[in-house]
């Protein structure tokens, strides 16, 4: 016969055993039933979702330290986490952004006027570095794409930008300008960008364009 002591130290073991089998076991199962398995956890997630959000507060709450300690090791993570939830959830996420500054600026509009004016004022420079940066970058196309390839002047390959202009190689370029109503230089390089870069004009240096002015009154 065994004791009482002997008899729960062999429960004891035989129980310890067993829990050790059954957690291989599972272990075993969820590696062989990934999906199935990533499928029960997602579900289970859906389902406690309200339940997990609310204890996830709960314990920020509780355990400052501790969530401050995790955010910490989880950075990189957090940052992924986010990066995915942005992707999926963007344009819900810029429509909200959206619809709550609005109400916002409802709520305070002499506040908005004026932050509307300080960010004006603070981003002015930025702004006109912005279009002028992309006005030299259209220029740049425009006059490469009509130079045949090269930044420079067609007939005697001027390389300095200020130099260069696009020339009508059939004249009528006044009157051209006027009827796509263009009223600047960059106008006119987004009007050729725009319409596909039509054949009938050449990159030419100021030098050139004059001379070949004389030759036409000439001829
Ligand atoms: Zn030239």
């Given at each position: 016969?065994?004791t ?6 062999r ?8 829990r ?17 398995y ?17 204890y996830?507060q ?16 989880h950075?990189e ?16 996420l ?5 619809e709550?500054?609005?109400?916002w ?28 940066n ?11 794409y ?64 004059f ?9």
């Amino acid at each position: 016969m065994l004791t009482d002591g002997e008899r729960r130290k062999r429960h004891k073991v035989s129980s310890q055993r067993w829990r050790q089998k059954n957690k291989d076991y599972c272990k075993r199962w969820r590696e062989e039933h990934k999906d199935a398995y990533r499928e029960i956890q997602k579900r289970s997630r859906l389902k406690n979702k309200d339940k997990r959000k609310e204890y996830n507060q709960l314990y920020r709450q509780t355990h400052k330290e501790q969530a401050k300690l995790w955010e910490e090791n989880h950075k990189e993570q957090r940052r992924e986490a986010q990066k995915r939830y942005r992707e999926k959830h963007g344009d819900e996420l810029r429509q909200k952004k959206k619809e709550a500054s609005r109400i916002w600026r409802q709520k305070h509009p002499e506040l908005s006027r004026q932050t509307a004016r300080k960010y004006a004022e603070t981003h002015r420079r930025e702004k006109q570095e912005y279009a002028n940066n992309y006005r030299i970058a259209m220029k740049q196309k425009v006059l490469t794409y009509y130079g045949g390839g090269k930044l420079a002047c067609s007939m005697c390959g001027e390389s300095r930008i200020d130099c260069l202009s696009i020339d009508h190689i059939n004249a009528g370029g006044h009157r051209h300008l006027k009827e796509i109503k263009a009223s600047s230089g960059s106008h006119f390089y987004y009007w050729l960008i725009k319409n596909g870069f039509p054949t009938g004009y050449q990159t030419l240096c100021m030098n050139c364009q004059f001379i070949k002015r004389i030759k036409n009154r000439e001829n």
